[in-house]
């Protein structure tokens, strides 16, 4: 059976990761145009630097929590589940998965200023400005800017496609094109999305059982009933 899960920051959040978009989050603190656009690089790539070193830092001081950990371990039972999330950190990986696909850029990579896929591992938190890709371009960190695209979009729309069965957690469904990934799945396609909230999914959709719970009540025992073949 292939078995998407597609993942946001509010399965980091349970992990104490500060989430970007809600009332006290990230952007309520920094303006996203000084941190977190190309024109904010080109300004002052020193904040940008320092701001994504502090998020290097909270990642690596971060734990996966049950639910990454029940994902890692439905990916063990299913080899055929493949990972798709909103989220920079790798808490995913941390976990056990494998094959993340990752939407928005990984904190733990730096990329190319002038190829978006042209990454490269950084060892510890700290990124010095200054340093150089081996194409001989300026490291920038590797996430995607707002106004940029989403380099592994279609890779993403290309597996929710060949979904037998699609889990949905901690995402609100606010940022595109991210938000509109699960268009792509089959119309045939039982769409399980785990999360308290209220998030922006169209109610007629019969596809789609709505588990208000966060993450980490709500995935270990839908992964336990998939894993023991029981009904969902």
């Known amino acids: 059976m292939n078995i998407v899960v597609f993942t946001g920051a509010g399965i980091s959040a349970e992990s104490g990761l500060g989430t970007f978009r809600d009332a006290d989050g990230l952007w309520e603190k920094y303006r996203i145009e000084d941190v977190c656009t190309h024109e904010a690089w080109e300004r002052n790539p020193q904040l940008c ?17 049950a639910a990454h950990i029940a994902i890692a ?5 299913f ?8 989220n920079i950190d790798d808490l995913h990986e941390r976990a056990g998965a494998r094959n993340v696909v990752h939407l928005h850029g990984d904190i733990r990579m730096l990329r190319s200023s002038i190829n978006e896929t042209a990454t490269v591992p950084l060892e510890g938190w700290e990124q010095h400005y200054g340093d150089r890709h081996p194409d001989g371009s ?17 890779t993403a729309c290309n597996i929710t496609a060949t979904a037998d069965l699609m889990l949905v957690v901690g995402t609100s469904l606010n940022v595109y094109p991210a938000a509109s ?12 999305f785990i999360d308290p909230g209220e998030p922006l999914f169209d109610q007629n959709d019969l596809r789609i059982h ?12 839908l992964v336990d009933k998939l894993c023991n073949h029981l009904p969902l």
């Open 210 to 221: 709505h588990i208000r719970k966060k993450a980490t009540e709500g995935v270990p025992p």
């Open 49 to 65: 630097v320092d701001f994504y070193n502090a998020r290097r830092r909270d990642t690596l001081a971060a734990q996966p929590n």
């Open 73 to 77: 371990q439905l990916q063990e039972a």
């Open 138 to 154: 300026l490291l920038r960190p590797y996430i995607v800017f707002f106004g940029e695209g989403v380099p592994y979009f279609e």
């Open 79 to 86: 080899p055929d589940t493949r990972i798709i999330t909103q």
């Open 181 to 192: 990934l699960l268009r792509f799945a089959p119309t045939t396609t039982p769409i399980y």
